[in-house]
Protein backbone atom coordinates (compact mmCIF):
# COMPACT_ATOMS: atom_id res chain seq x y z
CA UNK A 1 0.00 0.00 0.00
CA UNK A 2 1.80 3.36 -1.59
CA UNK A 3 1.90 6.13 2.01
CA UNK A 4 -0.85 8.71 1.71
CA UNK A 5 0.67 11.75 0.01
CA UNK A 6 1.86 14.23 2.70
CA UNK A 7 -0.05 17.16 1.55
CA UNK A 8 -2.29 15.52 -0.16
CA UNK A 9 -5.47 18.17 1.40
CA UNK A 10 -3.44 21.05 0.65
CA UNK A 11 -2.93 20.16 -3.31
CA UNK A 12 -6.49 18.43 -3.46
CA UNK A 13 -7.60 22.05 -2.44
CA UNK A 14 -5.36 23.72 -4.53
CA UNK A 15 -6.45 22.21 -7.73
CA UNK A 16 -10.18 22.53 -7.20
CA UNK A 17 -9.65 26.35 -6.55
CA UNK A 18 -7.68 26.25 -9.46
CA UNK A 19 -9.44 23.96 -12.46
CA UNK A 20 -12.92 23.28 -10.42
CA UNK A 21 -13.23 19.81 -9.85
CA UNK A 22 -10.96 17.37 -8.09
CA UNK A 23 -7.87 15.42 -9.27
CA UNK A 24 -7.18 11.80 -10.58
CA UNK A 25 -4.97 10.98 -8.54
CA UNK A 26 -1.88 12.81 -6.17
CA UNK A 27 2.06 11.66 -6.61
CA UNK A 28 4.33 12.21 -3.86
CA UNK A 29 8.04 12.03 -4.09
CA UNK A 30 10.72 12.56 -1.03
CA UNK A 31 13.78 14.32 -1.12
CA UNK A 32 17.19 13.41 -0.27
CA UNK A 33 20.48 13.31 1.80
CA UNK A 34 23.83 11.54 1.14
CA UNK A 35 25.01 9.80 4.13
CA UNK A 36 28.27 8.88 2.59
CA UNK A 37 29.70 8.77 -0.50
CA UNK A 38 30.89 12.58 -1.88
CA UNK A 39 32.24 13.02 -4.97
CA UNK A 40 32.01 9.34 -6.18
CA UNK A 41 28.91 9.67 -8.64
CA UNK A 42 31.12 11.22 -11.38
CA UNK A 43 33.87 9.45 -10.94
CA UNK A 44 31.63 5.77 -11.35
CA UNK A 45 31.73 5.44 -7.84
CA UNK A 46 29.29 4.39 -4.48
CA UNK A 47 26.79 6.87 -2.91
CA UNK A 48 24.84 6.12 -0.16
CA UNK A 49 22.08 8.45 0.30
CA UNK A 50 18.51 8.09 2.21
CA UNK A 51 15.07 9.27 1.03
CA UNK A 52 13.96 12.34 3.93
CA UNK A 53 10.62 12.91 5.17
CA UNK A 54 10.06 16.49 3.13
CA UNK A 55 8.25 15.67 -0.48
CA UNK A 56 6.89 17.54 -3.26
CA UNK A 57 3.69 16.64 -3.76
CA UNK A 58 1.07 16.68 -7.84
CA UNK A 59 -2.36 16.24 -8.33
CA UNK A 60 -3.46 15.81 -11.58
CA UNK A 61 -6.22 14.92 -14.37
CA UNK A 62 -6.18 14.24 -17.43
CA UNK A 63 -7.36 16.46 -20.52
CA UNK A 64 -8.78 15.78 -23.47
CA UNK A 65 -5.94 17.84 -25.32
CA UNK A 66 -2.62 17.96 -25.59
CA UNK A 67 -2.46 20.63 -23.23
CA UNK A 68 -0.44 20.45 -19.85
CA UNK A 69 -1.43 23.16 -17.13
CA UNK A 70 0.60 23.42 -14.33
CA UNK A 71 0.32 25.23 -11.36
CA UNK A 72 3.25 25.68 -8.68
CA UNK A 73 1.54 26.32 -5.37
CA UNK A 74 4.56 27.34 -3.39
CA UNK A 75 5.90 29.60 -5.89
CA UNK A 76 2.92 31.83 -6.69
CA UNK A 77 3.37 30.80 -10.35
CA UNK A 78 1.23 28.97 -13.11
CA UNK A 79 1.86 28.47 -16.76
CA UNK A 80 0.65 26.08 -19.83
CA UNK A 81 2.52 24.62 -22.08
CA UNK A 82 1.86 21.83 -24.98
CA UNK A 83 3.22 18.09 -25.53
CA UNK A 84 4.84 19.70 -28.88
CA UNK A 85 6.79 22.04 -27.26
CA UNK A 86 10.29 21.83 -28.70
CA UNK A 87 12.40 24.45 -26.47
CA UNK A 88 12.71 24.79 -22.41
CA UNK A 89 10.76 27.65 -20.82
CA UNK A 90 12.37 30.81 -20.21
CA UNK A 91 10.68 30.83 -16.62
CA UNK A 92 13.21 27.69 -15.12
CA UNK A 93 10.63 26.54 -12.67
CA UNK A 94 8.65 25.72 -15.27
CA UNK A 95 11.32 23.73 -17.27
CA UNK A 96 11.07 20.72 -14.31
CA UNK A 97 7.79 19.36 -15.60
CA UNK A 98 8.24 20.82 -19.12
CA UNK A 99 11.47 18.70 -19.56
CA UNK A 100 9.93 15.29 -17.86
CA UNK A 101 7.39 15.46 -20.02
CA UNK A 102 9.92 16.00 -22.99
CA UNK A 103 11.95 13.02 -22.54
CA UNK A 104 9.28 10.35 -21.70
CA UNK A 105 8.06 11.45 -25.15
CA UNK A 106 11.57 11.17 -26.02
CA UNK A 107 11.26 7.49 -25.11
CA UNK A 108 8.28 6.34 -26.49
CA UNK A 109 5.77 6.73 -24.09
CA UNK A 110 1.91 8.48 -25.43
CA UNK A 111 1.27 11.37 -23.03
CA UNK A 112 -2.02 13.04 -21.99
CA UNK A 113 -2.31 16.36 -21.57
CA UNK A 114 -3.21 17.01 -17.42
CA UNK A 115 -4.72 19.69 -15.43
CA UNK A 116 -1.93 19.50 -12.37
CA UNK A 117 -0.91 21.92 -8.80
CA UNK A 118 2.03 20.61 -6.89
CA UNK A 119 3.56 21.87 -3.62
CA UNK A 120 6.00 20.43 -1.06
CA UNK A 121 7.93 21.17 1.57
CA UNK A 122 11.84 19.98 0.56
CA UNK A 123 13.67 22.90 1.40
CA UNK A 124 14.64 24.82 -1.62
CA UNK A 125 18.41 25.60 -1.49
CA UNK A 126 19.61 23.49 0.90
CA UNK A 127 20.90 20.74 -0.92
CA UNK A 128 18.33 18.21 -0.16
CA UNK A 129 17.10 18.14 -4.12
CA UNK A 130 13.82 19.35 -3.96
CA UNK A 131 14.52 19.59 -8.09
CA UNK A 132 15.14 15.97 -8.39
CA UNK A 133 11.59 15.48 -6.42
CA UNK A 134 9.68 17.99 -8.50
CA UNK A 135 10.72 15.61 -11.64
CA UNK A 136 10.33 11.99 -10.17
CA UNK A 137 6.93 13.41 -9.10
CA UNK A 138 5.91 14.73 -12.28
CA UNK A 139 7.15 11.45 -13.75
CA UNK A 140 4.44 9.50 -11.61
CA UNK A 141 1.74 11.86 -12.16
CA UNK A 142 2.10 11.94 -16.14
CA UNK A 143 2.65 7.83 -16.57
CA UNK A 144 -0.26 7.56 -14.08
CA UNK A 145 -2.47 9.44 -16.07
CA UNK A 146 -1.52 8.27 -19.17
CA UNK A 147 -2.02 4.76 -18.25
CA UNK A 148 1.50 4.07 -18.70
CA UNK A 149 3.74 1.65 -16.55
CA UNK A 150 7.51 2.76 -15.65
CA UNK A 151 9.73 1.52 -13.55
CA UNK A 152 11.69 3.19 -10.64
CA UNK A 153 14.60 2.40 -12.91
CA UNK A 154 12.83 4.22 -15.87
CA UNK A 155 11.79 7.43 -13.78
CA UNK A 156 14.77 8.19 -12.31
CA UNK A 157 16.69 8.11 -15.95
CA UNK A 158 14.08 10.05 -17.76
CA UNK A 159 13.97 12.55 -14.66
CA UNK A 160 18.25 12.93 -14.99
CA UNK A 161 17.88 13.64 -18.79
CA UNK A 162 15.22 16.22 -17.78
CA UNK A 163 17.81 18.27 -15.31
CA UNK A 164 20.65 17.74 -17.73
CA UNK A 165 19.22 18.34 -20.89
CA UNK A 166 16.32 20.51 -20.69
CA UNK A 167 16.99 22.51 -17.33
CA UNK A 168 20.76 22.40 -18.19
CA UNK A 169 22.24 21.35 -14.68
CA UNK A 170 25.06 18.56 -15.13
CA UNK A 171 24.02 16.64 -12.10
CA UNK A 172 24.62 12.85 -11.01
CA UNK A 173 21.75 10.47 -11.48
CA UNK A 174 22.09 10.02 -7.41
CA UNK A 175 19.51 12.36 -6.53
CA UNK A 176 16.72 11.17 -9.41
CA UNK A 177 17.25 7.29 -7.87
CA UNK A 178 16.81 7.74 -4.30
CA UNK A 179 13.80 9.70 -4.90
CA UNK A 180 12.03 7.19 -6.99
CA UNK A 181 13.41 4.18 -5.48
CA UNK A 182 13.87 4.26 -1.38
CA UNK A 183 12.44 2.11 0.90
CA UNK A 184 11.52 3.22 4.28
CA UNK A 185 13.60 2.53 7.02
CA UNK A 186 16.68 1.78 4.58
CA UNK A 187 19.51 3.29 3.03
CA UNK A 188 20.01 2.99 -0.95
CA UNK A 189 23.68 1.74 -1.98
CA UNK A 190 23.86 2.66 -5.63
CA UNK A 191 26.65 1.90 -8.18
CA UNK A 192 27.08 4.82 -10.13
CA UNK A 193 28.64 3.33 -12.56
CA UNK A 194 26.16 0.31 -13.43
CA UNK A 195 23.34 1.61 -11.80
CA UNK A 196 22.65 -1.79 -10.05
CA UNK A 197 21.84 -1.13 -6.59
CA UNK A 198 20.52 -2.42 -3.00
CA UNK A 199 18.56 -1.38 0.26
CA UNK A 200 20.58 -1.39 3.03
CA UNK A 201 18.39 -1.72 6.27
CA UNK A 202 19.44 0.90 8.61
CA UNK A 203 20.10 -1.23 11.59
CA UNK A 204 20.36 1.63 14.36
CA UNK A 205 17.55 1.94 16.52
CA UNK A 206 17.15 5.20 18.75
CA UNK A 207 19.28 6.85 15.84
CA UNK A 208 18.27 9.79 13.40
CA UNK A 209 19.67 11.60 10.65
CA UNK A 210 20.18 15.73 11.63
CA UNK A 211 20.66 17.82 8.62
CA UNK A 212 21.93 20.75 9.09
CA UNK A 213 21.78 23.99 6.92
CA UNK A 214 24.43 26.27 6.64
CA UNK A 215 22.25 28.84 4.99
CA UNK A 216 24.86 29.76 3.03
CA UNK A 217 24.33 29.40 -0.74
CA UNK A 218 26.73 27.60 -3.25
CA UNK A 219 27.66 30.10 -5.59
CA UNK A 220 31.32 29.28 -5.92
CA UNK A 221 30.30 25.30 -6.20
CA UNK A 222 29.67 25.64 -10.79
CA UNK A 223 33.65 26.66 -11.36
CA UNK A 224 34.92 24.85 -8.92
CA UNK A 225 33.44 21.41 -9.02
CA UNK A 226 34.09 21.64 -12.83
CA UNK A 227 38.18 22.03 -11.67
CA UNK A 228 37.35 18.88 -9.33
CA UNK A 229 36.29 16.70 -12.37
CA UNK A 230 38.76 18.22 -14.57
CA UNK A 231 41.78 17.00 -11.79
CA UNK A 232 40.09 13.58 -11.36
CA UNK A 233 40.23 12.63 -14.99
CA UNK A 234 43.70 14.06 -15.28
CA UNK A 235 44.68 11.72 -12.52
CA UNK A 236 43.18 8.67 -14.33
CA UNK A 237 45.01 9.58 -17.35
CA UNK A 238 48.53 9.74 -15.53
CA UNK A 239 47.68 6.30 -14.27
CA UNK A 240 46.56 4.58 -17.16
CA UNK A 241 49.95 4.21 -18.72
CA UNK A 242 50.38 1.85 -15.55
CA UNK A 243 46.95 0.94 -15.17
CA UNK A 244 45.76 0.44 -18.65
CA UNK A 245 42.14 -1.35 -17.46
CA UNK A 246 41.60 1.78 -15.38
CA UNK A 247 38.59 4.05 -16.94
CA UNK A 248 37.76 6.01 -13.97
CA UNK A 249 39.20 6.35 -10.38
CA UNK A 250 36.34 3.63 -8.97
CA UNK A 251 38.71 1.07 -10.81
CA UNK A 252 41.67 2.21 -8.61
CA UNK A 253 42.67 0.63 -5.32
CA UNK A 254 44.54 2.66 -2.34
CA UNK A 255 47.57 0.40 -2.49
CA UNK A 256 47.35 1.02 -6.49
CA UNK A 257 47.09 4.89 -5.98
CA UNK A 258 50.09 4.59 -3.50
CA UNK A 259 52.31 2.92 -5.77
CA UNK A 260 51.86 5.43 -8.46
CA UNK A 261 51.50 8.40 -6.25
CA UNK A 262 54.97 9.93 -8.24
CA UNK A 263 52.87 10.00 -11.41
CA UNK A 264 50.48 12.67 -10.22
CA UNK A 265 50.67 16.23 -9.18
CA UNK A 266 50.38 17.04 -5.96
CA UNK A 267 46.88 17.98 -6.69
CA UNK A 268 45.54 15.29 -8.33
CA UNK A 269 46.60 13.02 -6.15
CA UNK A 270 44.62 14.84 -3.33
CA UNK A 271 41.75 15.13 -5.48
CA UNK A 272 42.40 11.06 -5.86
CA UNK A 273 43.22 9.80 -2.56
CA UNK A 274 39.69 11.38 -1.41
CA UNK A 275 38.04 9.60 -4.16
CA UNK A 276 39.17 6.37 -3.95
CA UNK A 277 39.32 5.87 -0.27
CA UNK A 278 35.36 7.50 -0.12
CA UNK A 279 34.61 4.97 -2.43
CA UNK A 280 36.12 2.11 0.43
CA UNK A 281 34.14 3.91 2.98
CA UNK A 282 30.69 4.22 1.19
CA UNK A 283 31.00 0.26 0.69
CA UNK A 284 32.27 -0.34 4.69
CA UNK A 285 29.58 2.62 5.68
CA UNK A 286 27.05 0.32 4.37
CA UNK A 287 28.09 -2.63 6.05
CA UNK A 288 28.58 -0.90 9.30
CA UNK A 289 24.28 0.16 8.88
CA UNK A 290 23.69 -3.63 8.01
CA UNK A 291 25.50 -4.47 11.46
CA UNK A 292 24.20 -2.17 13.51
CA UNK A 293 27.63 -0.15 14.19
CA UNK A 294 26.87 3.13 14.34
CA UNK A 295 30.03 3.86 16.13
CA UNK A 296 32.16 2.68 13.09
CA UNK A 297 29.25 4.45 10.74
CA UNK A 298 29.83 7.81 12.60
CA UNK A 299 34.11 7.40 12.06
CA UNK A 300 33.64 6.97 8.33
CA UNK A 301 31.71 10.11 8.36
CA UNK A 302 34.40 12.10 9.76
CA UNK A 303 37.24 10.45 8.19
CA UNK A 304 34.70 11.31 5.11
CA UNK A 305 34.52 15.26 6.10
CA UNK A 306 37.86 15.41 6.96
CA UNK A 307 38.85 14.47 3.44
CA UNK A 308 36.49 16.70 2.00
CA UNK A 309 38.00 19.26 3.83
CA UNK A 310 41.79 19.00 3.32
CA UNK A 311 42.20 16.36 0.49
CA UNK A 312 39.17 17.87 -1.80
CA UNK A 313 39.11 20.97 -0.50
CA UNK A 314 35.39 21.90 -1.49
CA UNK A 315 34.10 22.12 2.30
CA UNK A 316 33.68 26.00 3.97
CA UNK A 317 33.99 27.79 6.90
CA UNK A 318 30.82 27.65 7.85
CA UNK A 319 30.24 23.78 6.76
CA UNK A 320 33.13 23.48 9.22
CA UNK A 321 31.72 25.24 11.95
CA UNK A 322 28.17 23.41 12.11
CA UNK A 323 30.08 20.23 11.88
CA UNK A 324 32.33 21.07 14.81
CA UNK A 325 29.62 22.12 16.94
CA UNK A 326 27.33 18.70 15.93
CA UNK A 327 30.89 16.51 16.95
CA UNK A 328 30.77 18.44 20.14
CA UNK A 329 27.65 17.22 21.36
CA UNK A 330 27.66 13.79 23.81
CA UNK A 331 25.39 11.36 21.47
CA UNK A 332 26.20 12.31 18.59
CA UNK A 333 28.33 9.78 16.69
CA UNK A 334 29.24 11.08 13.54
CA UNK A 335 29.35 14.66 11.55
CA UNK A 336 30.30 15.54 7.54
CA UNK A 337 29.59 17.99 4.83
CA UNK A 338 27.01 16.56 1.87
CA UNK A 339 26.44 17.61 -1.53
CA UNK A 340 28.90 19.46 -3.33
CA UNK A 341 30.37 21.65 -0.69
CA UNK A 342 31.12 25.45 -0.54
CA UNK A 343 27.96 26.13 1.36
CA UNK A 344 24.86 23.84 1.89
CA UNK A 345 24.34 21.32 4.15
CA UNK A 346 26.31 18.80 6.40
CA UNK A 347 24.95 15.86 7.74
CA UNK A 348 24.51 14.08 11.45
CA UNK A 349 24.03 11.06 12.95
CA UNK A 350 22.84 11.14 16.19
CA UNK A 351 20.79 9.29 19.50
CA UNK A 352 17.12 10.74 19.72
CA UNK A 353 18.52 12.04 23.02
CA UNK A 354 20.70 14.17 21.57
CA UNK A 355 18.49 16.40 19.32
CA UNK A 356 17.45 18.78 20.98
CA UNK A 357 20.58 19.57 22.98
CA UNK A 358 21.78 19.64 19.46
CA UNK A 359 19.65 21.76 18.41
CA UNK A 360 20.07 24.40 21.48
CA UNK A 361 23.86 24.08 20.88
CA UNK A 362 23.36 24.86 17.20
CA UNK A 363 21.16 27.50 17.56
CA UNK A 364 23.76 29.27 20.36
CA UNK A 365 27.25 28.75 18.53
CA UNK A 366 27.09 28.73 14.92
CA UNK A 367 25.67 32.29 15.06
CA UNK A 368 28.69 33.47 17.03
CA UNK A 369 30.88 31.63 14.92
CA UNK A 370 29.71 32.59 11.77
CA UNK A 371 26.94 35.20 12.37
CA UNK A 372 24.45 33.41 10.33
CA UNK A 373 21.23 30.93 11.84
CA UNK A 374 20.98 27.28 10.65
CA UNK A 375 18.27 25.51 9.83
CA UNK A 376 17.80 22.19 11.34
CA UNK A 377 16.12 19.40 10.43
CA UNK A 378 15.79 15.83 11.87
CA UNK A 379 15.14 13.01 9.53
CA UNK A 380 14.23 8.93 9.12
CA UNK A 381 14.70 6.97 5.99
CA UNK A 382 11.57 7.12 4.13
CA UNK A 383 9.96 5.59 1.32
CA UNK A 384 10.21 6.90 -2.52
CA UNK A 385 7.87 8.13 -4.66
CA UNK A 386 4.23 6.90 -5.55
CA UNK A 387 1.05 7.80 -6.00
CA UNK A 388 -2.59 7.28 -5.10
CA UNK A 389 -5.50 7.32 -6.92
CA UNK A 390 -8.52 9.81 -5.67
Same mark, same amino acid.
Not at 262 to 277: C, E, I, M, P, S
Given at each position: ???T?K??D ?7 A???GR??LVA?A?G?VNLI?E?T ?6 ? !? ?9 V /? /?K?RQ??Q??V??V??? $? ?5 L ?9 W?R?P?G ?5 R???HA ?5 A??A ?7 ? #? ?6 EV?F ?6 TA??S !?SG???A ?7 N???? +????VMDQ?V??L? &?E????L?D??T?E???IPIN???? +??V??D ?5 A???SEY? $?R???C ?5 ? #???? #?PDV $????DV?P?Q?EE?A ?7 ? $????? +??R???R?L??? /??? &? ?7 G?L?H?S?E???D?Y?VS?P??N ?7 SV?G??G ?7 F ?5 A ?5 A?E?LQ??I?E????R?G??AK????EA???AS???L
Amino acid at each position: MNPTPKHLDRVVAAFEATYGGRPELVARAPGRVNLIGEHTDYNDGWV !LPIAIPYEVNV /A /AKTRQDDQMRVRAVDLG $KQASFGLDIEEPSGDTWLRYPQGVAVMLRREGHALQGIDAVYAGDVPRGSG #LSSSAAVEVAFAHAYAATAGIS !LSGRQIALASKRAENEWVG +VPTGVMDQFVSALA &REGHALLLDCRTLEYEHIPINLPDM +VVVVMDTTVSRALAGSEYG $KRRADCEAAVQA #LQPH #LPDV $KALRDVSPEQLEEHADDLTDVQL $KRARH +VVRENARTLEAA /AAL &RAGDAGRMGELMHSSHESLRDLYEVSSPDLNAVVEIASSVDGVVGARMTGGGFGGSAVALAQQSAVEPLQRVIAEQYPQRTGRHAKVFVCEADPGASFIRL
